[in-house]
């Protein structure tokens, strides 16, 4: 069945039934007969099929997957994971020593020396003392094993985070402020777990920035329907490309602290900055130097994955989360609920591990690791930058400055007739559709993530 996309009028209101089909586009919304390697002859929709089209192969811009696009994996990621998996590879003379250290300390951590082995349902002690380190020194601030959970990718921890703020029924169920454009997994939990979608939207004038007036009119009219108690951002943004500014972060945790809200700040692309004058800012070191009250009150998660930056490892699967400020007995629910799932993909731990504890100075693996990341990330820089000034030259289509993530979303203007053909299609569907059928490029139509009305996207 076709799904109806996500509500995206003024009132920014979106409840979903418990165990109905959550609205909104994932990437693979508007391909149905891609192979795995992306070469057919023939695409949907149904009357078309069949009808040679001119291209033999589909480029896949409808989802951040950089190595199915051919990018390299980082050798020294590959290595300590290949070596925990298949031991007998610590005697092969051509893989550096510092790698086969790692793999040898990964070992020890695991059941039974085995890769093979379940780990506990929070990850790997080391590994998840190895994040607590990073977090440290990126921050500034202690971190502690205790507060970090390891997870399937960033999504199943988001999920399990929604899964234990969400309660409630009629007007007092929970309400979830998202981002508008939003990463559908939001919308999709939000509807799955019966809370109410609460949409403030981001200025596409201002380089998608994050307003607080629209912040305070969408909790406003939540509260007419529902009891808010989260606030999720998204920095740098998915699938909008921009970096939030650190007065903006100071703003955003200011207003959670005023108004009580849990904040959920998702950083998975906080290696991918690309803007001059744009930096990362973690919210959770915001947060410790704007001190108290803040520091001491404001509840946060924090959301990080293999599956972006400069590794995009997305197949392994690996991911953690860390709270802050969380309640003793609710930190142990947590607990609780991700012992269900027994614990995350091994190998995605491993792979985080070789992330967040990279080789350093001096080490045999140190000046490829550096060699490799910089070229990826360099690429990733080159790339936002003529996607922009390619999309601006182009009639009927304005692109706002990639700053970081791994995406743009450039707002296409359709003429009448176009509207007209579209018929009962979002017109931003018929277009992307009609993108595929005639070019073979395959992108996401910006109905699926929300936009303001009136306005077509595309990412």
Sequence with gaps: MSLPPPRTGD?????????????GATPATVVTSLGRGGRILTLVPVPLLGVPKPFTEVIKANIGDAQAMGQKPITFLRQVTALCLYPELLANPSIPEDAKDRARRL?????????GAYTASPGIELVRQDVARFLQRRDGVTAEPGDIFLSTGASD??????KLLVSGAGGSRTGVLIPIPQYPLYSAAIAELSAV???????EERCWALDGAELRRALAE???????????????GNPTGQ????????DVIKFAYEEKLFLMADEVYQDNIYAEGSAFHSFKKVLFEMGP??????ELASFHSISKGFMGECGFRGGYVEVVNMDPAVKQQLAKLVSVRLCPPVPGQIVLDTVVSPPQPGEPSYDLFMAEKQAVLSSLAHKARLTQEIFNRTPGIHCNPVQGAMYSFPRIELPPRALTAAQDQAPDMFF????????????????????REGTFHFR
């Design 243 to 250: 970096v939030q500014s650190r007065q903006c972060i100071e």
């Design 107 to 115: 070992l020890a951590a695991c059941g039974g020396h085995s890769a």
């Design 432 to 451: 992307c559709m009609k993108l595929l059928e005639e070019t073979g490029i395959c992108v996401v139509p910006g109905s699926g993530f929300g936009q």
């Design 293 to 298: 009250p803040y520091s001491e009150v404001v």
């Design 157 to 162: 921890a988001i999920v399990s985070i929604l």
């Design 197 to 203: 979608q609460l949409n403030y939207y981001l200025e």
């Design 11 to 23: 009132t920014g209101v979106m409840p979903g039934p418990r165990g109905h089909p959550a609205g």
């Design 222 to 236: 939540g509260r007419r329907h529902c009891c808010p108690r989260v606030l999720c951002v998204i920095n740098p």
